[in-house]
């Protein structure tokens, strides 16, 4: 089955540590997507990347690092710079980076740093 | 003031009700969408239109371009409808596929 898959679901850390999140789709999509969602608002966008061994900031892209070295994966790394790490994280694809397909979630990764 | 608005945050209903959920925005777009994200966090995407209307089911999506609104009705709703359901829109088409979210509506439907 086609789809997009992050792991871990839960995902615990020491503050001042890295941590990365992984991201992998078979859908053969060429645009991939990180979003964080925290309660009560809406999801805000990381990093994208629009083809292979390409990306660009988000919103909110601070304290944030990611690669695009296959076509098939899209890691994040939450660096010890992230002020408020803690929240959900959602991984996204779509066909193309053009604006005119939709985008595909994962099922997300919930980082808790104490 | 939000570039995407959604009402009502939160939403009760009986089972068998008609529900309508509005999203209003105040940007350009390309395309609009509506997600459904169920408790365990998983969304999944339910349409992307912009213009007129779709239906799927007991979904249908509306949008009117020029009032620059759009709503979701479900009908005969059911229990397993609760989720909350989330508005994006995509920008103009020089933004490429950049989706702005509303906060979400938190819908629970009872039985």
């Known amino acids: 089955d086609g789809g997009i898959t992050q792991s871990p679901k839960y995902l615990f850390r020491k503050e001042g540590q890295n941590v990365t999140l992984s991201c992998e789709q078979n859908?053969?999509?060429?645009?991939m997507y990180w979003y964080r969602q925290d309660p009560g608002q809406g999801l805000r966008l990381i990093y994208y990347?629009?083809?292979?061994?390409?990306?660009q900031k988000g919103d909110i892209a601070e304290g944030y690092s990611v690669s695009r070295e296959k076509k098939e994966s899209f890691p994040l790394t939450v660096t010890s710079a992230q002020k408020n790490p803690t929240a959900f994280y959602l991984c996204a694809s779509s066909f193309d980076g053009t604006g005119g397909y939709e985008q595909y979630f994962g099922p997300g990764t919930r980082l808790t740093v104490t | 003031k939000n570039e995407v608005e959604q009402s009502p945050q939160n939403l009760t209903a009986q089972e068998g009700e008609f529900i309508t959920i509005n999203c209003s925005y105040s940007v350009g777009i390309s395309a609009l969408h509506w997600l459904q994200q169920h408790p365990g966090g998983g969304i999944v995407s339910l349409f992307m239109?912009?213009?007129g209307k779709k239906k799927h089911g007991r979904l249908i999506a509306t949008i009117n371009i020029q009032e620059k609104h759009s709503s979701l009705h479900i009908t005969a709703s059911h229990p397993r409808d609760s989720a909350v359901y989330i508005c994006?829109?995509?920008?103009?088409?020089?933004?490429?596929?950049?989706?702005?979210f509303g906060e979400g509506t938190q819908l629970t439907v009872n039985p």
């Open positions: 990347s629009q083809i292979v061994n390409d990306f």
């Open positions: 859908l053969n999509h060429d645009a």
């Open positions: 239109l912009s213009s």
């Open positions: 994006a829109v995509g920008g103009l088409r020089t933004s490429g596929s950049r989706l702005t």
